[in-house]
Every structure is written in C-alpha cells, then in structure tokens.
C-alpha cells in the first residue's frame, strides 16, 4: 500500500539525487560532511517504492484519493 503521493515523490527523487551527488562530490567541493549525502539514499529508495515508514507510523498519507465509482 503506497503513502507517497507524486508530488511528493518527485521531491523525494530531487532531493535524494541532489544529496547523493554531494556525497560524491560532483560539482561541490570536498569536505569532511561529504558523507552526510548518503543520507540521500532514505528519500530516494521511499520516492521508488512509494512507501515511507515514518508517514505509516504517523499515519499520513500524500497520495490523492480516488472518487469511488
């Protein structure tokens, strides 16, 4: 069962791609944080999957709700 909408998800994928390139220092200037990017990995394997844990334990969820027929 999804609980990530597609907004959501895109600012999942965004903001996971963005950390994982600071991680490997592309473009950004090495320093000893880099591996905080790593971080990264958490938003984009939850904008992937579509599930994220903490919105299951808080019981949010983003997804549009669909009219029933």
Do not use: E, H, K
């Amino acid at each position: 069962m999804t609980n990530v909408g597609l907004i959501d998800r895109a600012a999942r994928l965004a903001i996971g791609i963005a950390l994982i390139c600071y991680a490997i220092p592309l473009g950004f200037a090495q320093s000893g944080w880099n591996w905080v990017g790593w971080i990264g990995v958490v938003p984009l394997l939850t904008a992937v999957f579509g599930i994220c844990p903490a919105y299951s334990l808080f019981g949010i969820n983003s997804c549009a709700t669909r009219p029933s027929a």
